[in-house]
């Protein structure tokens, strides 16, 4: 069992920046991949971005490359999400998950309960 734990969610200005953080916690929690997805009203949720958990090989999906960056610390067992350059589409709810495989797919094993993010413009 890994438990996930989000926090950093905020309103922001588009043109802003704000740090997500995932503090997982479990016997394996450093063993597994861990990824980050978000949630718009009225929209499926969608990946985002995600790291394996020897924190090489970063994906992202296309609209935040080069403005998010993904990052870990297994020696804390969390995980960060840096996004800079905000955008109102940006907006959502965003979630950590974590699995012994990376998928842009949300069949994640397990989930965070999520964090707002709100970005006006």
């Known amino acids: 069992q890994v438990q996930l734990v989000e926090s950093g969610g905020g309103l922001v200005q588009a043109g802003g920046s704000l740090r997500l953080s995932c503090a997982a916690s479990g016997r394996t929690a450093s063993t597994y991949n861990m990824g980050w997805f978000r949630q718009a009203p009225g929209k499926e949720r969608e990946f985002v971005a995600a790291?394996?958990?020897?924190?090489?090989?970063?994906d992202y999906t296309d609209s935040v490359k080069g403005r998010f960056t993904i990052s870990r610390d297994n020696a804390k067992n969390t995980v960060y999400l840096q996004m800079n350059n905000l955008k109102p589409e940006d907006t959502g709810v965003y979630y950590c998950?974590?699995?012994?495989?990376?998928?842009?797919?949300?069949?994640?094993?397990?989930w965070g309960q999520g964090t707002q993010v709100t970005v006006s413009s």
């Open positions: 790291i394996r958990w020897s924190a090489d090989d970063p």
């Open positions: 998950a974590a699995d012994p495989l990376v998928s842009h797919s949300d069949n994640w094993d397990y």
